[in-house]
């Protein structure tokens, strides 16, 4: 199967998942507007989402991935079921251990660490604790689900991994559904929202635990030992987990900066939701496809086909996220208008802020989707800790920028901090792996770049100066349907110039398409020493 058709067999999975997300936001922004307990809840599922990031996803990823094909590769079906059980024994305890820990302390985290703003306003606090206590424990659900999902990319299982998320925003969505039908309050919207997502966790572990015994390896429960294989990934593992976490991290961070304005949280998630669609579509797909993809390569020594891997991930990431980047930057208000501005929402008047957010976000999108490009090249090679001092460095610019902007800017000074934190660390990873002569110099993608940036502004100058000559058909008032033909319209219209000029100037071509859904393995050639 070629690359970007198993980014497309990820992509799609994902795309369900957005695409319920936003259905899921519209109507949690209808419920509870940027209110009290909207703010409650996005700070409260942030915390549990944050360690989800850090101890799941990121780590196993990064550490646990290349390690469990080592395993196939050198020991066959059987090796790489022991590994999986001496690491979930492992895993199963810590998690539990520190859920425990998590629940008892929960005052303490919501008022030092997640959002001490609420302190001074008890019923928010109160609130915030209550609902982070009873999601914390979808933690322990998602991180076993994530080290499933990654043996499952391991044995190029992708689909059932992609699409387990899509129930979260299916139960969310049917929880709002039953508030609506039955006029629920605002309070009992956002419990019932938190109960939602632990029975999401418990759905979503199902489904990935079923796949896995699907694919030919069954789990069973080891008591918890240190064996070498354990060690190694812990080593390879904790690095991972804070590089693979970094968006979360700093997420987390303007929360907590956040918490100190009324609605900067809530203002903040809806933004997030809108500008992840395109980076969960191409920025996860191309993560989780690539890592086991370049480890494969690397391990065999065909160090054509990684530095091909790499290249071409790079070359399709930007050619499908810089339109979306320009689209988010010009015609951010039109989106937010359309996706949120309706019951408590429209009450409120969210709209300016939510829009200023989302167009900063669209800034900083290639340097999110360029990051999951980049890390692999490091992962892959099993060295998890110079990403780590990256996105150490990175997060202390976003600190110190958040804390600089938010006085004078509130939430869209976090999110200038976040693209801004974003842009250093892609950069670095960059520039470290052309140092240590990890990234293939590839001419025609170095010609490409220009002229796909070219495209993106062209396209974003048509957009801007058509939303202006329809901003009648684009205001509050105007019927849902004329106001969504509009958008997609615009959209519509702003990709068909983008791929014209992209074409057009040589930013893209057939070749380059037919490259990337068609692209065989080369043939391999092993890393030499260098000449004394």
Known sequence: MSLVKKFATVASGT??????GFGREMLMAAALGTGPVADAFNAAFQFPNTFRRLFAEGAFNAAFVPLFAKEIETHGTDGAKRFSEEVFGVLFTALLALTIVMELAMPLIVRYMVAPGFASTPGKF???VALATIMFPYLICMSLGAMMAGMLNSLRRYFAAAVA???LNVILIGVLAYAWYNG???HDVGFGLAWGVLAAGLVQ????????????ISIGFRRPRMTPSVKRLLVLALPAAITGGITQINQLIGTAIASGQNSAVSSLAYADRIYQLPLGVVGVAVAIVLLPELSRALKSGNLIEAANLQNRSVEFTLFMTLPAAAALFVMSEPIVRLVYERGAFATNNSTPTVAAILAIFGLGLPAFVLIKAFTPGYFAREDTRTPMVFAAISVAVNVVTALTLFPSMGAPGIAVAS?????????????????RGHWGRDIPLLKRIPRLVLAAVVMAVALYFAQHWLADRLVRGVPL???????????????????????????????????????RAQPAIKEQSPDP
């Open 15 to 20: 795309l369900m998942s957005r695409a319920l």
């Open 126 to 128: 109160d609130t915030t």
């Open 165 to 167: 998320p899509v129930f």
């Open 184 to 186: 629920s309050n605002a």
């Open 205 to 216: 572990l199902a489904i990935v635990w079923v796949a896995v015994r699907n694919a030919g």
């Open 419 to 435: 693209a801004v934190a974003g842009w250093v660390n892609a950069l670095m990873l960059l520039a470290m792996l052309i140092r």
């Open 481 to 519: 349907l004329v106001k969504a033909t509009t958008v997609l319209g615009l959209v519509g219209g702003g990709a068909l110039i983008y791929f014209i000029t992209a074409f057009g100037t040589g930013g893209a071509d057939l070749g380059m398409i037919r490259r990337n859904v068609g692209r």
